[in-house]
């Protein structure tokens, strides 16, 4: 086995948000030499890595000559060149997950008609190559309204998301390749993450439950473990698993899902990374995504994915009247309760519903949990100077 620890071998890391920062965490506790390009000079991931390399993710050349100064890349990010993953891949250079499993998922039309050719349930769906071409469908009764859009390519934090109800609605979508997907009734929005190294080895982690702000179409909270039956958990697992051996994935895939109001569970869509929804693990898990993330990509072995105790993430964002150079107000009242543990992401400026930070929050009794993660959410508030 390669010798990763206190070695010169290098991992190398596609974005410099805050998902790279987090795993740069377990970097730093295993002392694995790490290099990180970004476009911004500002990168959250700028004071973690041991080199940093300002440069365009979607660049072929930017791609390509970042990825040959290492010996395994990542990414933290869709959004990046797949042509140089390829290549990098032809010359050796271990990429995960792959440029193909990267492929079907970046993007969201190639992935529902995966999802459909592999019999892996989801919502469903009709793909429209331009915003004129879906509303010549409306005009002519071929789709009908309620449905939800989605762009295919660039979504990312509620944007690229909309429920149309109305004509009016109409006006919030973007041109280019979407998706006209059926509104599903749900009772839960729920998600699994899994990890897998090339050795095959697979685990999953237990299923969470997301509570959605009602405007922003971001998370507000979310739960570990879902309060859902254990059968349905059981079934999601089992799904995950399904969705992560059909993609030949390696390393962590979050698989978002529906809980229907007849226990069905559909896959709504997937995010091959570290996720939003994972978040809870730094405090409440045996070994946090993060750490899994590394464990997996590096073909080590994975960790115990149980919880230790109950947890729930509160997610940070930017407050809705405020916008220019962050304060996070109160932070000192949350420091004051227990099991409370804020992660600031390093984000200088602050925007309207931009991720900021999360808080996690554990406890053995989930209920209590919970009430602490609305006083916290209620008490913190994101604002500028």
């Not at 790279?20 to 506790?29: A, H, N, P, Q």
């Not at 295993?30 to 500002?42: M, R, Y």
């Not at 464990?295 to 407050?319: C, F, H, Q, Y």
Request: glycine share 8%; aromatic share 8%; proline share 4%.
């Amino acid at each position: 086995m390669q010798n990763y620890f206190s070695s010169d071998f290098k991992l190398g890391i596609l974005g410099g948000g805050q998902l790279g920062k987090m795993m740069l965490y377990e970097t730093r506790k295993f002392d694995i030499h790490t290099h990180v390009l970004d476009p911004s000079p500002e990168a959250p991931c700028r004071i973690s890595c041991n080199y940093f390399e300002q440069g365009d993710l979607m660049n072929y050349e930017t791609v390509l000559n970042f990825g040959r100064k290492v010996d395994v890349l990542t990414f933290e990010i869709e959004g990046v060149n797949i042509q140089a993953l390829r290549q990098l891949e032809k010359e050796g250079i271990k990429t995960w997950p792959s440029a193909d499993t990267l492929d079907k998922i970046q993007n969201k039309a190639i992935q529902k008609k995966f999802y459909k050719e592999k019999n892996i349930p989801t919502a469903a769906f009709e793909v429209f190559e331009s915003k004129d071409k879906l509303l010549a469908a409306i005009e002519t009764g071929n789709l009908e309204l309620p449905f939800v859009w989605k762009g295919a390519t660039g979504g990312y934090d509620g944007k690229g998301v909309a429920v149309i109800k109305s004509k009016e609605d109409l006006s919030q979508i973007s041109d280019g390749e979407c998706i006209a997907e059926n509104l599903v009734p749900f009772k839960n929005e729920l998600a699994v993450i899994v990890a897998r190294n090339p050795s095959g080895e697979i685990r999953t982690y237990p299923v969470v439950e997301m509570e959605f702000h009602p405007t922003a179409n971001q998370v507000e909270y979310v739960i570990c473990p879902a309060r859902i039956e254990e059968k349905v958990a059981e079934k999601a697992r089992n799904l995950a698993e399904k969705v992560s051996e059909a993609f030949n994935h390696v390393g962590l895939l979050a698989v978002e899902m529906f809980q229907t109001e007849d226990d069905e569970v559909l896959v709504n869509e997937v995010a091959p990374r570290p996720h939003n929804s994972g978040h809870y693990s730094i405090e409440a898990s045996y070994t946090n995504q993060f750490e899994q993330q590394v464990r997996a990509i590096l073909d080590l072995p994975l960790g115990k994915t149980e919880s230790k105790v109950g947890g729930i993430m509160v997610n940070l964002v930017g407050d809705k009247d405020y916008e220019g150079e962050v304060v996070y107000e109160n932070i000192e009242k949350i420091l004051k309760m227990d099991g409370v543990t804020p992660h600031i992401y390093g984000k200088k400026i602050t925007r309207p519903f931009r991720k900021m930070g999360h808080v996690t929050i554990v406890h053995k009794d989930l209920k209590k949990a919970r009430k602490i993660a609305e006083e916290v959410k209620n008490s913190i508030k994101v604002i500028s100077k």
